[in-house]
């Protein structure tokens, strides 16, 4: 046997050997389909390869080269349509697919003709050498050359932007397809009088075989159980086969025994197998999907942070300058306006502010999830902030007549410092009398200021206490995250973010904030901490 018909059959052996096993485990697979066809190809051409060389007259020897040609013909295509299934990209090129296909199809129909191979005749160490025909040629250069080097460009440019498993697979691909192709072409140089014998025809089997290693390593194709099952299949033939070489009773029954045991064994193998290459395939489902919806959820938060932004700025703008005009109406500016037209005026006042108050809450948001919220930490007496803000919302409170009082517990001390933003922690406290008064209709709003000790550390504990419909149990641990309110609570105008930016503020000035309640309407106690600078 010569190195060329060697070389024929090991490419033979190791295409069929790869296809078929990958085939027989995923046959509704287009991709283990198509890598099934062109390893046929590679087969068919490789047989032909075999019995053309082995050949002893000129019409033998132009059957075979005819069929190896017709197998060569296929390579590419089959080659190119797996590529494009294997980097999902079929469907987006289904009508190219269509059309190179038609192409070869037509090539194929004068594939014995004359247009394709002329004839065979002596060549250089070979008795019978195909001479091509000008369709041939066509197919050379279009398909066998063209359409190869068109799909390593298309494997190239993915190898670029892919990721990980998918980046090594690709390069495995694209290092057998240039050693199997690269191989394969040495055969083409005799057919144009190129003195370059095709030696390089042995490389073809090593693209299967660099194919396989990316396919254990990498997991092409779901080899574990195909292996396993060829195993098991492998072992009950031969053991069948001993069975029935045996000559004696005896040794029919052990190694009977034998065969039962392990097709009872390998039964249970395979399904072990397969249960676990099941699992492990919907743990990587979940894991895409779960990795998808992580992506949206991100493009989802990022669309929203923008939104806030945006719409925040675009509002506050506008209502400032609305809320402006109504000031100078109210002022008299434009001239004496009607009573009736004044009233109205402080209506649009007031739904001013409380709009400018809403876009601040979103900007408010949008600058704690980026961490760019601001802090400008300096000394500040939290006696004449928290004395200030009950000042201010008296009016409040007496237009429900509720009754707000403020109570320092420490009579002697009228200075508590504390290093805060005094804008920010401002924002806090009126945040918390505010919602205590939004939420009673009747009784009082306590707002208590008092000194504590904590591992011989000093605080300063801010309260407030209402009278007003209380907090179920289940509602305090979420109290303070975004948009969570109470159900009774909704019907009370609110945005539900309120208590989450207090909580993040006083969080930056390194202290604590909760809530407490002993049910449904025995009203509530915000409880703020922070430590001290000092006191006077």
């Not at 037209?341 to 809403?358: F, G, Q």
């Not at 601040?360 to 006696?383: A, H, P, S, W």
């Not at 209402?466 to 303070?480: A, H």
Request: positive net charge; aromatic residues 14%.
């Amino acid at each position: 046997m010569n190195f060329f018909i060697f070389s024929a059959l090991v490419n033979a052996f190791i295409s069929g050997l790869l296809g078929f096993f990958v085939v027989f485990k995923n046959r509704k697979d287009l991709i283990s389909r198509l890598f099934f066809y062109l390893n046929l190809s590679i087969v068919l051409w490789s047989l032909s390869y075999w019995q053309w060389m082995s050949s002893d007259n000129f019409v033998s020897a132009l059957f075979w080269s005819r069929i190896l040609s017709i197998g060569s013909l296929f390579i590419p295509i089959f080659y190119f349509h797996w590529i494009l299934t294997f980097l999902d990209l079929n469907k987006k090129n289904k009508n190219l697919i269509r059309f190179i296909y038609l192409v070869v199809f037509v090539i194929f129909i004068f594939s014995f003709s004359s247009l394709f191979i002329k004839e065979v005749e002596p060549k250089s160490i070979f008795n019978f050498w195909p001479v091509p025909g000008i369709l041939y040629t066509f197919y050379l250069i279009s398909i066998y050359f063209g359409l190869t080097l068109y799909t390593l460009f298309i494997l190239w440019r993915h190898y670029k932007i892919s990721e990980s498993t998918k980046k090594l697979s690709i390069k495995y691909i694209i290092i057998s397809s240039l050693i199997g192709f690269g191989g394969g072409a040495t055969n083409f140089f005799l057919w144009y009088d190129i003195p370059i014998l095709p030696y390089g025809n042995i490389l073809v089997f090593i693209y299967p075989l660099i194919l396989g290693f990316a396919i254990f390593k990498y997991q092409l194709f779901n080899i574990k159980a195909i292996l396993t099952e060829f195993l098991v299949f492998a072992i009950w033939v031969a053991i069948l086969f001993k069975l029935l070489l045996e000559e004696t009773l005896k040794g029919r029954l052990l190694v009977g025994g034998l065969f039962v045991f392990t097709i009872v064994a390998g039964i249970l193998l395979i399904r072990s197998v397969l249960r676990e290459v099941e699992q492990k395939e919907q743990m990587e489902k979940l894991a895409n999907e779960l990795e998808s919806m992580n992506q949206k959820l991100k493009e989802t938060d990022r669309l929203r942070t923008e939104m806030y932004s945006f719409v925040s700025h675009q509002i506050k703008a506008p209502i400032g300058i609305v809320k402006g005009f109504a000031q100078l109406l109210y002022d008299g500016s434009y001239g004496k306006i009607p009573k009736k037209a004044k009233e109205i005026t402080v209506y649009i006042k007031t739904a001013c502010d409380r709009l400018i108050n809403l876009t601040e809450t979103f900007l408010n948001l949008r600058r704690i999830e980026e961490g760019k919220m601001d802090y400008q930490f300096k000394d500040l007496n939290i006696v004449d902030l928290a004395k200030s803000i009950v000042d201010e919302l008296k009016i409040l409170a007496e237009q429900k007549k509720l009754e707000l009082s403020f109570n320092l517990e420490a009579l002697d001390i009228q200075k508590i410092v504390i290093k805060a933003d005094e804008v920010r922690l401002r924002q806090v406290i009126q945040n918390l009398i505010e919602n205590a008064i939004k939420y009673t209709q009747k009784g009082f709003v306590k707002v208590n200021l008092r000194l504590t000790t904590d591992d011989q550390q000093q605080g300063v504990l801010f309260s407030v206490s209402d009278s007003g419909m209380g907090i179920k149990p289940e509602v305090l641990p979420e109290l303070f995250d975004q948009f969570k309110r109470a159900k009774e609570a909704r019907l009370i105008q609110g945005t539900g973010l309120g208590l989450y930016i207090a909580r993040e503020i006083v969080k930056a000035h390194k202290g604590e904030i909760w809530a407490e309640s002993e049910g449904e309407g025995r009203g509530s106690t915000f409880y703020v901490r922070l430590g001290i600078s000092g006191r006077n």
